[in-house]
């Protein structure tokens, strides 16, 4: 069984003229599927084709009454994620334990940031202790605008350059915070490979390693217990890469056990197929390649039960 873990569909009245065509096509990706052998699509709301404007609740409601609706329709190929803003107080809470446990969502996408907030903030420990509770797999994905957006105005970068770093950012704030000390039951995937998370382990495990040496800078707060590459570890990692090479470094950080196939289609139009033989062509046992190619997702999404 081959599942794709990262791709984005949207409700049909969020149609917007430039908006890619392919994330209001379910038939499309159909044939898309059919083509590359997928069996089953994850799609969520990633907030970069929302409507401008609208209030961010009832994108919320709205998004994620089309996951389930789409879902039960859908649901030999299509499985839909709950969406989430962590920052967004008590009503937010109160939507997204509705989508699990009414809805029946298996698991909830949300952003490495919203709006300059990253993911180690005190007003996100609320969603973090109902996602705990939940138990659920919490899938992050970077936003519209990202870290470093003013001087990405050429050649599309923060799609390319600044999504990537802004969860780089996001969950590196998030582990060195103690994140994962007060929440070690989270499980977190991340989106187009972590980012640059899978190389950065020993940078971030010698900044531990010096954390005293005030010459190098303050490291504050000191609440880590272990070394942060052991957290870095802990994350699960999507391979929306397009690049081999990428994907072996996320197998030799975190073991095969830890990364999921992923396509980004839709939006993004590079054929599904394409991705999947991205995955194909890792030089990897043909165990651990199905692992990546399906295995890992049924089981963190607990499909069957």
């Known amino acids: 069984m081959i ?13 917007h003229p430039k908006s890619p ?36 609740f009832d994108i919320v409601t709205e998004f994620n009454a089309f996951a389930a609706e789409t879902t039960a329709q859908h649901s030999d190929y299509l499985l839909g994620l709950a969406c989430a803003v962590p920052f967004g107080g008590d009503k937010f809470l109160k939507e997204t334990e509705r989508a699990v446990r009414e809805y029946g969502l298996k698991g909830i996408m949300i952003n490495s940031s919203v709006e300059g907030e990253y993911l ?37 970068l923060p799609e390319m350059v600044g999504r990537p770093f802004d969860t780089t950012l996001s969950l590196s704030r998030f582990i060195l915070t103690g994140g994962f000390e007060r929440f070690p039951n989270l499980v977190m995937i991340c989106s187009h490979v972590g980012g640059a998370l899978p190389m950065l382990p020993g940078r971030l495990d010698f900044g531990y390693e010096l954390r005293k040496d005030d010459s190098f800078g303050p490291w504050e707060p000191d609440v880590l217990p272990r070394a942060p590459s052991t957290y870095i570890e802990q994350l699960y990692y999507d391979t929306v890469s397009l690049h081999a090479p990428a994907v072996t470094c996320a197998v030799e950080t975190a073991g095969a056990d830890h990364v999921l196939f992923g396509s980004d289609f839709p939006p993004v139009p590079i054929p599904l197929e394409r991705s999947v033989d991205a995955v194909r062509d ?16 049924a089981r963190l999404l607990r499909l069957g039960q």
Do not use: C
């Not at 973090?128 to 509770?133: I, P, S």
């Open 3 to 15: 599942i794709d873990a990262h791709a984005h569909l949207v409700p049909q009245d969020w149609y």
């Open 21 to 56: 065509q392919a994330i209001f096509d379910i038939p499309r990706l159909r044939d898309e599927q059919q083509q590359a052998g997928v069996d089953l699509t994850i799609f969520g709301n990633n907030w970069i084709r929302t409507p401008a404007g609208k209030d961010p």
């Open 282 to 297: 890792v030089r990897l046992p043909d165990s651990d390649k199905q692992k990546i190619l399906g295995d890992n997702a």
């Open 120 to 156: 180690d903030s005190p007003n996100a420990v609320p969603f973090f202790e109902l996602v705990t509770d939940l138990d659920v797999p919490l899938f992050v994905h970077p936003p519209r605008v990202t870290i470093g957006a003013e001087k990405m105005e050429i050649f599309r």
